[in-house]
């Protein structure tokens, strides 16, 4: 399998860098990283202040020509109703998305009122490299998807449904045992 990584507007380095590698330890794939693409400006919407994450998909899939393809962009992402999505796939396609913009928020912020922050281990971790990682898990699952992997109930598989940061930071990188059955 060939995948493409096709940045869209300014995608830093160490992004594209991490997001390849880690398609290359979990998968058995060749990757390659495109040209940095201008960000869809059809995409945008302006009520929501955020960008059509489909438009991104399909940008994907025209610039990249490997077997799957997959955006990386910095800008914030919809879809549907959902308020924000750190990604996009669909199942047994050739594109993808992800976003970094809100793999950059914090684990656990503590609430306003006062309340305190649950010390689970991962306050301690350097921020860049919990961003990394989440780039990594994420890069990792929308291609599960294009592979025909759904979600998974298993919370330390890459491919475990995650809303938010935290259930990102809970998930490992790899698949689980029965999701790697299914498709190595
Ligand atoms: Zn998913
Ligand atoms: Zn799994």
Do not use: W
Not at 21 to 40: I, N
Not at 123 to 152: M, N, Q, W, Y
């Amino acid at each position: 399998m060939l995948v493409d990584i096709v940045p869209v507007g300014e995608v830093p380095a160490d992004v594209k860098r991490e997001g390849s590698a880690a398609l290359r330890s979990v998968y058995d794939c060749d990757v390659r990283v495109t040209e940095d693409q201008r960000v869809p400006s059809g995409a945008y919407n302006e009520g929501r202040e955020q960008y059509r994450a489909e438009d991104f998909i399909q940008l994907a899939r025209r610039t990249g020509t490997g077997d799957k393809n997959i955006a990386i962009t910095t800008e914030d992402l919809y879809y549907h109703r959902r308020n924000y999505v750190f990604g996009l796939a669909y199942l047994d396609g050739e594109g993808s998305v992800i976003s970094t913009y809100r793999l950059r928020d914090e684990h656990d912020r503590p609430a306003a009122d006062g309340g305190a922050a649950i010390d689970d281990g991962f306050s301690e971790r350097d921020p860049a490299d919990v961003f990394t990682d989440r780039v990594r898990k994420e890069v990792v699952h929308e291609i599960g998807h294009t592979i025909g992997l759904e979600h998974c109930s298993n919370n330390r598989c890459v491919m475990s449904f995650s809303p938010t940061v935290r259930e990102v930071d809970v998930k490992e990188e790899n698949l689980c045992g029965s999701c790697r059955r299914e498709v190595l």
